[in-house]
């Protein structure tokens, strides 16, 4: 037997509703990311050449810290946001999908945090 | 991954010079240095091909000649990146 109305069937099956933010996200994180690339590259190469002590020092600099917090928020949002999108294609089984999503955002929402409490500990050294 | 490993080596270098000096041994290794060049190439190709998305996002690049160039206008760009980087 089937108590749901035809109304209440369609209501939360149709547009995304909430998706041109997300749309706008993934696009106001791009264009952040695209400076904040050159950042991450050259603390690739500090982390390849540079003691300790001079990354420490590079690392605490006021621009630097301040650049690692904000290329660590909006890395971690856009990764989130794309893997969102990969799920929603691939993963047809609607509650395996939720919880999936739901995991991967907590995931990482965690090491987005973490990452930004290590860089604070990391400038107090400095 | 990358972004595990870039939260990881954060708190190495927190941890302190013996994790650091251990860390920069194991990316020496020449198998782990390939594999910091392709994601360094998968980084800008990424970039590159965004660029591109926010290009058609504003309606512009679809004619057929325009594709051509740009894909392989995006192709050349993101290998000398890699190769500046390099």
Redesign the interface.
């Known amino acids: 037997m089937d108590y749901q109305t035809p109304l209440a069937k369609v209501r939360g099956l149709g547009s995304a509703k909430a998706g041109t933010g997300h749309f706008w996200m993934q696009r106001i994180t791009a264009i952040t990311l695209i400076p904040l690339s050159l950042w991450m590259v050259s603390f690739t190469q500090q982390l390849l050449n540079a003691t300790h002590q001079d990354i420490i020092i590079w690392l605490s600099g006021p621009l630097d810290t301040t650049l690692a917090v904000v290329w660590v928020i909006a890395a971690f949002y856009h990764a989130a946001l794309g893997l969102q999108v990969v799920i929603e294609d691939y993963v047809h089984t609607e509650w395996i999908k939720i919880s999936s999503i739901w995991a991967m955002k907590l995931t990482f929402l965690f090491f987005g945090l973490a990452a930004i409490v290590a860089i604070f500990k990391i400038s107090m050294i400095g | 991954m990358g972004?595990?490993i870039?939260?990881a080596?954060?708190?190495i270098?927190?941890q302190?010079?013996d994790s650091?000096?251990q860390?920069?041994t194991m990316?020496d290794y020449t198998i782990i240095r390939i594999g910091?060049w392709f994601f360094?190439y998968a980084?800008?190709f990424h970039?590159c091909h965004?660029?591109r998305?926010?290009i058609w996002?504003v309606g512009q690049g679809f004619e057929k000649d325009d594709m051509d160039r740009n894909a392989i206008i995006e192709l050349a760009l993101s290998l000398v990146l890699t190769l500046i980087?390099y």
């Open positions: 972004l595990i870039y939260v080596s954060f708190f270098i927190l302190g010079n650091y000096l860390l920069q990316l910091i360094i980084l800008f970039l965004g660029i998305h926010l996002d980087f």
